[in-house]
C-alpha cells in the first residue's frame, strides 16, 4: 500500500479543484473522470492558516458512503508531518449510470455527510443503489484508466493513485453481481471509440468485464455470468463465445454459435466472433462468409469492415483489400473524460522508498533532443478507427512492398494524373458540355454508409480530398525530380494523389462534360474514387517509410564503417515506435534495446518485453517485469491489468514456486522484489493454472 498523503497538488484557492469539477459534471460523456480526493489542512502555526490540497484515485471500494469515508481516514494521519493537520475530506465518485457525483464530505473531528450532485449543482440523497452503480462505475474506470505499461496513460493525468479495485474473489463476487444486475443498462455508458451505437455487448461495461476476465483468468465466473445473462438476451451469446474460446471450449463455444447465428442470422457480433474463430484456424474461406455477412448486418459499424478487409489481406486479395478498407466508415475519436483542473501553485510528486532503483530514475540531464523529422510523423498520433486503418494498411506494405501497393493502389483507384488528362482529351472533343449528365459511367452508386446494395464494398463516396497545394505543402522533406525520396542506393517513391468524387462533381471547372463526353472515360468503368482520409494515409504511410529507410540507410553504413550512430533516448524511443508501426518488429526491438542503454523507459521496456513473449524468455520476461512494476509504482499505480496478465501467464508456464524463486534470487533491493511478488500473491489469491504449488 502507498504511503499515506505521499503526493500534493496544492490549490491556489480553496475548493478550487471541487469547482471545476462541478463546472465539467454537465460536460461528461461516458464513464467520468477519476475519483478526486480533496483535503484541507491547518497549520498549526501562521494563525491556523488553511490549504487545500488534491489527488485523483481509480480502483478504491465505492460501494458504500462508509468505505470512501474509511479510505479518506486513511489519509489524515501523516507522521512525518508535524506542522499541519487534516480538518476535512471530500471524496468524489462519478455515477455515469444516473449521471451524478457521488460525494462524501467527512470533517475531523465531526460526522461524515454522503449527497451527490446532479448536472445543474443541485444535491440529492444517495440510495442504495445508487451506491451500487457507483461502485459498479469504480470498477470499470479502474480498468479504463490503468496503465498497459508503457506508461502512456500514467503521463495524461498528474499523480493518479491507482489500486487494485478486485483483490480477493469475495470482491469479485460483489462485482459480478453488481454486473449482473445493471448489465442492460451498460449501453448508457457509451462504447470504444471504434463503436458507432453502444449496444448490450458492445459498450463499457462488456469492455470491462471481458478485460477482467482475460487479466485474471478467472474465465469459469466470467461463463456462468453470461449464461444466466444469455436466458434475457441470445445477443450475449456473442460474449460467451468470446469467453468459452479464450478457456480453450472451443466445442461449446462452436456449439453456441451455430445455435445462436441459427435465432439471430443477422447479429454482426456472433458473425464477428465466428469469423474471428476461422481466421485463427486458417480457414479464411470460411471467415470470409462470415466477415461479409457481418458487412451486410451492420454495414455503418467499423468493426465489421475492418474485419473483411483483414480476411481479404490474409487471402492475399490486395485489391479486395483496399477497396474495403476504402468503404470503412471512420469516427472521430472520443477520448476519455479526463479532469480539468485549474492552475496549481504547488505539485509535490516525492520519490517512493519502495521503488527506489537507481536504473529507472531519470539521470539529471533527462531533457532529449529530438529531430524535427522525427516529432512530425503523424502516424504516432493516431487512434480509434484510424490507427487500426492504418495497422491493415502498414499490414499489406509489409507483405507486398511500397512499390506493389501503389501499383495496386492505381489500379482500383482513379489517380489524379490520368483523371486531368482524361478530361481534357474529353473536353478537347466536346467544348459544349453539360454539367447535369456528366458522370463517371460503371460505377455504381453508393448505398448507405459507403456500401453497395449486396453487401460488398464499393470505395466511391463523397469526401473531399486536400488540393494538389496543401498536400505538397505537408511534404516537406527532399524528393528527387521524379517525385521520390532519394537516400543513398534506395528510394521510396512518392505516391501520386487520388482523385474524389468532390473534384469530380465540383462546379468550378471551366465548363463541363457532356453525357456523350462522359462515355470517352473507359479506362475508369472499374475503379473507385478514394476516400480522401485513406489518401492522406497513403502520404502518412510515405513519411513513416521515408524516415525509417532514411534510418536503416545511416545505420548500415555506420557499421560498415566502423563508426558510432548516435540517437537520443527519446529518438530511439520513435524510432522503435516506428517500425513497429511498419511491422518491422525485429528492428523495433533493436531500436528499444538501444534506448534502454541511454535511459529507462518504460514504452521500450514494453517493447522488449513482447520479444520475450514471443521467444518464451521467461526468466527476461520476469527481469523486464520487475523493472515496469516498479516503474509504474514510482508514479504511485499499483495495478496494471497488462502487467498482471503477463505475471499470470508466466506462472501458468513455469509455476508459482519457481516464479517466486526467479524474483528473489535478482540482486535488487527487497522493497523492489516484493512489488513483483504483490502481483503472484494477487494470482495465487485468484487460484491462476500453476499457483496450486
Known sequence: MLNQDTRRIVEEEIDSAVDSRNEALSTLRELGPPDLVHLVKQSSKSGNKQTGVYHHVTGVDASSSASLAAHVNTLTYNPSDKTTKIVSGLYCCYNAFSRLDMRVDVKIPGGVESYCIDERGDKRVASDALWMETFLCGVLRAYAYADDGSGESIKKIIGVRRFDPITSTEMEHKFLDAAERLFFKGPQLGSEPEVQVPNIVSNHLTTGLINYIHTTGRYTSGINLFEKLRTRDTEVSSLLARVMLSADEEVQAVRLLHDAIAKLPMDYSLLDCQATFCQGKGRLDWALECAKRGVTAAPSEFATWAKLAE??????????????LNSCPMFTYQDKDLPRMPDAARILLPVLPESMLDEIDDPPQSYDEVHPSLRKLHAAGYKGTFLKAYSILTEITAKIGWDQLLRIRSQVFVMEEEYRSEKQTAISQNPNPNASTTALRGTPSPGINGTASDGEPDGETDAPLDDEETLNEKQSSPTSPTGSATIGQESIEKPEHTITSEVVKSGNDDSSESANAS????????????ERWLDNLFMVLYEDLRIYTIWRTDMARAQSESSDYRKSAEEWEILGELAERLHHFPEAV???????????SPKAMKGVLKMYESQGRSGEMLQAMIRLIAWQYRWYSEFSPALLRVVRQLIEMEGAVKVRSIVQATSLPQPVLDLTHRYVELCVAFRSNGSEA
Open 311 to 324: 480476411v481479404y489481406v490474409g487471402l492475399e486479395q490486395w485489391d479486395l483489400a483496399l477497396l474495403t
Open 519 to 530: 462515355a470517352k472515360y473507359t479506362q475508369f468503368h472499374n475503379k473507385r474514387l478514394c
Open 590 to 600: 533493436e531500436a528499444y534495446q538501444a534506448c534502454l542503454r541511454v535511459k529507462f
